[in-house]
């Protein structure tokens, strides 16, 4: 049974300085099944981001309908934790007091708070550090306190937006492997926001990916990869590569890499009027 399923999503919105209406995700449809992992991937301003803010329920859809747990939503609620890019912790709150507070307002008994917090934090690998506050922290270390904060509330879908995106490159390896064990060991249901196709394909079960405005579904491609999932054996993987180069054929518009390329370099191809790529495809993530 699916925990989230979109239909028909289109979004606009009325730009605030034109007064014009920008049509930011134009018809949108996949679901998420219970305990899957799901990545959205495409060009620069294809309307991911706002796909996830109107399953977050911070923002209203136009048209269409989007459902987690087979309601609709309607406003943000724990029961769609998201996880951000910027850290948003509790600052004045110590590592061990962000998870708890998530706790708390979800009613669980004070008693329970605590052991409930710190298995968690043991999930995410910040034993040690409960009594830290998040200034106290590593970027990488902020990140994984993000995912254990929402991962307590025990969510019908975990939210995540370029969560990685602002961590350097190998502490985000880390993380990503990092992230693959704890879905492993939860198995949440996580719908992920992503411009990184390696990061997509090294952490999804199926990766959805849109074409640039007025975006629709290009494609809904499924990970042939075995778990559990580690950098240095998925990287030797020909089916990583090969699944890796087919998402970049389509983000770079359909036709074969190699093929495009070619005809930019013989300047048949005026790389101006091709679609916005921003995807760091098949890079060092
Ligand atoms: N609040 C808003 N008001 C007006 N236009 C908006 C608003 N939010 C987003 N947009 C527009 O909607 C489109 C989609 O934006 P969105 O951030 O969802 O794309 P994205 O695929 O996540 O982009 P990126 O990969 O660059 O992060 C863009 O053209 C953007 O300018």
Not at 206 to 215: E, G, I, M, N, W
Request: negative net charge.
């Amino acid at each position: 049974m699916s925990t989230l399923e979109i239909k028909n999503l289109h979004k606009e919105y009325v730009d605030a300085y034109t007064g014009e209406t920008v049509t930011a995700v134009g018809d949108v449809s996949f679901s998420v099944d219970r305990g899957e992992f799901v990545s959205i991937l495409g060009p620069s301003g294809c309307g991911k981001t706002t796909v996830l803010n109107v399953v977050a329920g911070f923002d209203k859809l136009t048209s269409g309908s989007v459902e987690v747990g087979g309601k609709p939503v309607t406003a943000p609620s724990p029961e769609r934790g998201v996880v951000f890019q910027s850290f948003a912790l509790f600052p004045w709150k110590t590592v061990l007091g962000n998870v708890a507070f998530g706790l708390r307002m979800r009613g669980v008994p004070r008693r329970e708070r605590e052991p409930v917090a710190r298995q968690y934090l043991e999930l995410v690998g910040l034993e040690g550090f409960e009594r830290k506050f998040p200034h106290e922290l590593s970027g990488g270390m902020q990140q994984r306190l993000g995912v254990a904060r929402v991962l307590a509330n025990e969510p019908e879908v975990m939210l995540m937006d370029e969560p990685f995106a602002s961590v350097d490159a190998q502490t985000r390896r880390k993380l990503q492997e990092d992230l693959t064990d704890i879905f492993q060991a939860k198995r949440p249901t996580v719908f992920f926001v992503t411009h990184d196709v390696d990061e997509a394909v090294f952490l999804s079960d199926r990766v959805v990916v849109l074409s640039s405005r007025p975006s629709t579904v290009a494609e809904i491609v499924t990970v042939p990869l075995e778990r559990p999932r580690n950098w240095r054996s998925v990287l030797e993987n020909p089916d990583f590569r090969h699944t890796v180069t087919h998402l970049t054929d389509l983000l770079a518009g359909g036709r074969a890499h190699g093929e495009e390329q070619a005809e930019r370099l013989s300047g048949r191809v005026d790389s101006s009027s091709e679609p916005p790529v921003r995807a760091d495809a098949g890079g060092e993530s």
